[in-house]
Every structure is written in C-alpha cells, then in structure tokens.
C-alpha cells in the first residue's frame, strides 16, 4: 500500500504562481512514476504532467512552458511548479502514484481569480 499526500493548493491570481507537492509513503521503493491530473468543473480529468524514474516527463499542451514537474527520487517525492496561471487553471489536482498499483492523493484545489 501506498500512501499518497497532496498540499499548496489555494488562491492565487491570474499571472501568479503556486507549487504543489506530493509525498508517497509506505510501500514505495519500487516507484516508476508520479504525476499530475487536474478535472475542473464541468469538464473532464486531464493530464497534466507526468515523471517517469530516470527522469523523462510529459506535459499537457496547455500546460508546456508554464508549468514544470519535478521529483526526488529519494524522497518519494514529486512536485509541479505552477507559473502565469490562467483562469483556466481552476481546477482540482491530483497526484497519482504508480508502482505495484495506482494510488491516488485526495486532491487539492486550486482557484485562479481574475
């Protein structure tokens, strides 16, 4: 079983900046992947960002050069530096964690106002 926790979600403005964080533990050393999924209202679960163990990573189009995901392997951990957020950007984020399985964090909103 892995354990999966989500925080820096908020309220920022358009134009402005957050970096969310995502920390597996438990039964983690085998690891091949984290990533990013976003579902804003009305709409459907997207991709955003994905990490693979050695490094490569793979972004949504609407998210290429504003946002960059980043990891620590020896941490477990996973990161996505969030820039010139737009409104469309509104969104619940999730962090998925893939090993033995998937695991999912709970989700952390984040709202960007005008």
């Known amino acids: 079983q892995v354990h999966v926790v989500e925080s820096g979600g908020g309220l920022v403005q358009a134009g402005g900046s957050l970096r969310l964080s995502c920390a597996a533990s438990?039964?983690?050393?085998?690891?091949?992947?984290m990533g990013w999924y976003r579902r804003a209202p009305g709409k459907q679960r997207e991709l955003v960002a994905i990490?693979?163990?050695?490094?490569?990573?793979n972004y949504a189009d609407s998210v290429k050069g504003r946002f960059t995901i980043s990891g620590d392997n020896a941490k477990n951990t996973v990161y996505l530096q969030m820039n010139s957020l737009k409104l469309e950007d509104t969104a619940v984020y999730y962090c998925?964690?893939?090993?033995?399985?998937?695991?999912w964090g709970q989700g952390t909103q984040v709202t960007v106002s005008s």
């Open positions: 998925l964690t893939v090993g033995d399985g998937e695991y």
């Open positions: 990490i693979i163990r050695g490094g490569s990573t």
């Open positions: 438990g039964s983690s050393d085998s690891i091949n992947a």
